[in-house]
């Protein structure tokens, strides 16, 4: 996928191809983790509207925990399976996005003269 060190750098635009198809597959990671989220709080905690599902997996997401805490035993174990899930993403979704960035980055430093 990536060119190897006997080859030359690409261009600023395949580079820039290569950093959008990466990031858009982060971004799929996040959004696919976000609907989970938001599923499994209204499937495992009753009576929670899709609003208030959705808020707490995007603030889950985002690392500050949920706005509302789950009252039933279910929906506690959800949380917590669901946080080491999604702490999980966030780091597969950075490394993936970053990956060309820093490749291009070593990349530079080894070309030949």
């Known amino acids: 996928m990536y060119e190897s060190r006997d080859q030359p750098l690409i261009s ?7 950093l959008l198809a990466h990031a858009s597959i982060g971004i ?17 905690e009753e009576n929670v509207h899709w609003h208030d ?18 009252e039933t035993w279910a ?4 949380f917590a399976i669901y ?4 702490s999980l993403v966030l780091a597969a979704a950075f490394g993936l ?5 820093l490749h291009r ?3 530079t430093f080894h070309l030949e003269d």
């Open 97 to 101: 996005i970053i990956a060309p960035v």
């Open 75 to 78: 929906g506690k174990v959800f």
């Open 12 to 18: 600023r635009w395949q580079f820039a191809k290569r």
């Open 83 to 86: 946080g080491a899930y999604v």
């Open 28 to 44: 799929v990671f996040v959004v696919f983790s976000l609907m989970l989220g938001a599923l499994g709080h209204m499937w495992f």
């Open 105 to 107: 980055i070593l990349h």
């Open 53 to 70: 599902a959705a808020l707490n997996a995007a603030m889950m997401v985002g690392g500050l925990g949920p706005m509302a805490l789950p």
